[in-house]
C-alpha cells in the first residue's frame, strides 16, 4: 500500500502514489495495515534494460498511521547497481465505507546510493488518495493526487493515479491502473492477484508499460504480500 515506481527506457525514478491499492497496484489507496498489525508487500521487476528487487515492511502500531520502512536494489546493463532506503507516512482521514468512499494521506522520501553518490534525500511527496466502493466492495476505484519533489533534478511534479480492483471471486481480483506526472507520458499497468490464504498471504503478476516509450518501458512483475493479525 505505498511507494511509486515509475520506470522509463533507461532510468528509474521513485515516489509514493501507490498501494499501491494493495500490491500490485502502483496508485495507492484510501486504507492501511489494520491496527498493532504488519505487512511485508515484496516483488520483482523485469524490465528489457535490467531487474530490480524490492522489500517494503510496513506496520501500523498506533492505529491510524501506517509506516513503511523500505527499499530496493536495482541492476541495469551498463550501469552500476543502484539502490534507494524509502520511508513513509501514511494515515486515514476518512475510513472507506462499503458502498461509500475514504480518503487518506501519504508523506515520504527516499533516497539514493551508488558507487558515485554518498547517501542523501532525492526525493520527499505528498499524496491524496481516495477510494470509492461499489457493488458491496467487489469494485474498488482509486484515484490520486499529489506533489513530488525531486531534489537532485531540482523541480517539483505534480502526480497522479487511477486505478481499479474488480473481485472475481474472494480470492482472485483483477487490477488495472494509469498513472503519472505533469513532466512525461503516463504509465499503464495491470494483472491478477490471488489469496493463496485469505487476508494473509496473497500472489500477484503484472505487465506495464511507459505509453511512448516502446518495447525499452514495458516490464513484467511478481509479487507476494503477507499479512500479520494484531500483534504489537
Same mark, same amino acid.
Given at each position: ?5 515509475? #520506470? ?7 515516489? #509514493? ?11 495507492? !489507496?484510501?486504507? =492501511?495495515? !489494520? ?14 534494460? *535490467? ?15 501506517? =509506516?513503511? @520502512?523500505?527499499?530496493?536494489? =536495482? ?39 551508488? $558507487? ?12 491524496? $488518495? ?6 458491496? !466492495? ?17 523541480? +517539483? ?11 472475481? +471471486? !474472494? ?6 491502473? %494509469? ?6 507520458? $503516463?504509465?499503464?499497468?495491470? *494483472? ?13 503478476? %503484472? @505487465? *506495464?508499460?511507459?505509453? *511512448? ?10 509479487? =507476494?504480500?503477507?499479512? %500479520?493479525?494484531?500483534?504489537?
Amino acid at each position: 500500500m505505498l511507494f511509486y515506481c515509475v #520506470v522509463g527506457s533507461i532510468a528509474l525514478v521513485t515516489r #509514493v502514489d501507490m498501494a499501491r491499492g494493495a500490491r500490485p497496484l502502483i496508485t495507492d !489507496d484510501a486504507r =492501511i495495515v !489494520d491496527p498493532q498489525a504488519c505487512q511485508l508487500e515484496s516483488y520483482i521487476r523485469e524490465l528489457p534494460t *535490467g531487474s530490480e528487487f524490492w522489500a517494503l515492511p510496513a506496520c501500523n502500531p498506533w492505529g491510524n498511521l501506517e =509506516i513503511t @520502512v523500505g527499499g530496493n536494489w =536495482i541492476r541495469m546493463q551498463n550501469s552500476p547497481d543502484t539502490s534507494h532506503l524509502i520511508v513513509q507516512g501514511k494515515s486515514i482521514l476518512k475510513g472507506v465505507e462499503t458502498n461509500g468512499w475514504g480518503v487518506g494521506v501519504a508523506i515520504g522520501a527516499s533516497d539514493i546510493v551508488s $558507487p558515485q553518490s554518498a547517501r542523501e534525500v532525492s526525493e520527499v511527496y505528498l499524496n491524496v $488518495p481516495v477510494t470509492f466502493s461499489f457493488r458491496d !466492495d467487489t469494485i474498488l476505484v482509486h484515484v490520486n493526487g499529489g506533489v513530488d519533489r525531486d531534489r537532485l533534478a531540482m523541480e +517539483t511534479k505534480v502526480t497522479w493515479g487511477l486505478a481499479t480492483e474488480v473481485g472475481i +471471486t !474472494d480470492r482472485f481480483a483483477i487490477v488495472a491502473e %494509469t498513472f503519472g506526472d505533469n513532466h512525461e507520458n $503516463p504509465f499503464v499497468h495491470g *494483472g491478477i492477484r490471488v489469496w493463496v490464504i485469505p487476508q494473509r498471504w496473497q500472489v500477484d503478476t %503484472t @505487465v *506495464g508499460a511507459h505509453l *511512448g516509450a516502446g518495447h525499452a518501458g514495458t516490464w513484467v512483475s511478481v509479487g =507476494i504480500r503477507l499479512l %500479520t493479525p494484531p500483534f504489537l
